[in-house]
């Protein structure tokens, strides 16, 4: 079974654009949810989908937003980049999430995202 | 609210000897212990989880890890390292997934050496 597959893997931006990112699930998965590393502020959850609803919010600027799609596959858009917005930025699916107490959430490789 | 901590910036052991990565942890109901895996520049790779019975938990890769309710601590062991364990480790705790939430809390990371 493939994994989480994230796109792109790398991305360069200037102060001011917007970025949008792109997640697939492993096959089966419904539940996706995104953090944010960085170096100073480590791992960070940003928010979570399941069945196309936001189901969890992280303590982030309104700037970033998130949707998923009916197949569960999930984007991100980070608007008027800022340079703290530069991070790996990970995703990770589960299968239904907070409806079961034992599941395993599973990372994508991330897209490292950098601000200019 | 849940966190973990993770003592240690850096663990150094010899190729061969044991290991230990140390995570306390503060919940307030049940907890829900992860510890996960990051090679350079790379996602997260799962290990291994605590949700309740057996106090020892095994996971992948030879990895165990120890429940300790009393001293509220989930440390990482493996008896035998080899150099190809240095990367960084990460504990993590839940939320209740009774309070519908799916975040995983993310310690600091300790950065595991494993020198010849």
């Known amino acids: 079974k493939a994994g989480v597959t994230q796109t792109p893997r790398y991305l360069i931006k200037t102060r001011g654009q917007q970025v949008t990112l792109s997640c697939s699930p492993i096959?089966?998965?419904?539940?996706v949810s995104w953090y944010q590393q960085t170096p100073g502020q480590g791992l960070q959850f940003l928010f979570e989908y399941f069945s196309e609803t936001q189901r969890n919010k992280g303590n982030f600027p309104g700037r970033f937003s998130g949707r998923q799609f009916s197949n569960s596959r999930s984007e991100m858009n980070v608007s008027t980049l800022e340079l703290g917005d530069s991070a790996l930025y990970l995703c990770?699916?589960?299968?239904?999430?907070?409806?079961?107490?034992?599941?395993?959430?599973?990372f994508g490789p991330g897209t490292r995202l950098l601000v200019l | 609210a849940q966190s973990v901590a993770q003592p240690e910036d850096q663990v150094n052991v010899a190729e061969g000897n044991p290991l230990t990565v140390k995570c306390t942890y503060s919940?307030?109901?049940?907890?829900?212990l992860f510890w996960y895996v990051q090679y350079p520049n790379r996602g997260l790779q799962f290990l291994l989880k605590y949700i309740t019975g057996d106090n020892l938990v095994k996971g992948s890769y030879g990895f165990e890890a120890e429940f300790n309710k009393s001293q509220t601590s989930f440390h990482l062991k493996k008896p035998s390292a080899l150099v190809s364990d240095s990367a960084l480790y990460f504990c993590a705790v839940r939320d209740d997934p009774a309070g519908g939430g799916n975040k995983l809390t993310f310690g600091t990371g300790t950065q595991l050496k494993v020198e010849l």
């Open positions: 990770a699916s589960s299968l239904r999430g907070s409806g079961s107490s034992s599941e395993t959430q599973y």
């Open positions: 919940v307030s109901g049940n907890p829900y």
């Open positions: 096959s089966g998965h419904r539940s």
